[in-house]
């Protein structure tokens, strides 16, 4: 299962790093994304990265102040959030499949992690 983990709450133009971590198996093989959901909204893409950490993605709305990394040893994927919005307030959940991309199939999901940006 994935466990994603260290949403908050944080002020305009705060930072917040979010982990997740796997157990249970591998994350070495598998694309990870980071994907969010805030309150009356469709789900959207935030951040991909490739199984080999070579290749990212991110969402425009994000660009230049996210950055995702992941660290295999530790079978963790990091998001680092800086020069947070009120508009990045969402549930923030991580995923994981075999193919990156924002549509590709992801197998495992995270339950979720808050992130609250007060203005």
């Known amino acids: 299962q994935l466990q994603a983990s260290g949403g908050g709450l944080v002020q305009h133009g705060g930072s917040l790093r979010l982990s997740c971590a796997a157990s249970?198996?591998?994350?070495?093989?598998?694309?990870i994304g980071w994907f969010r959901q805030a309150p009356g909204k469709s789900r959207e893409g935030v951040s991909v990265i490739s199984s080999s950490g070579a290749t990212t993605y991110y969402a425009d709305s994000v660009k230049g102040r996210f950055s995702i990394s992941r660290d295999n040893a530790k079978n963790t994927v990091y998001l680092q959030m800086s020069s947070l919005k009120p508009e990045d307030t969402a549930i923030y959940y991580c995923?994981?499949?075999?193919?990156?991309?924002?549509?590709?199939?992801?197998?495992?999901w995270g339950q979720g992690t808050q992130v609250t940006v007060s203005s």
């Open positions: 249970g198996f591998t994350l070495d093989y598998y694309a």
């Open positions: 995923a994981a499949g075999p193919f990156e991309g924002w549509d590709s199939p992801y197998d495992y």
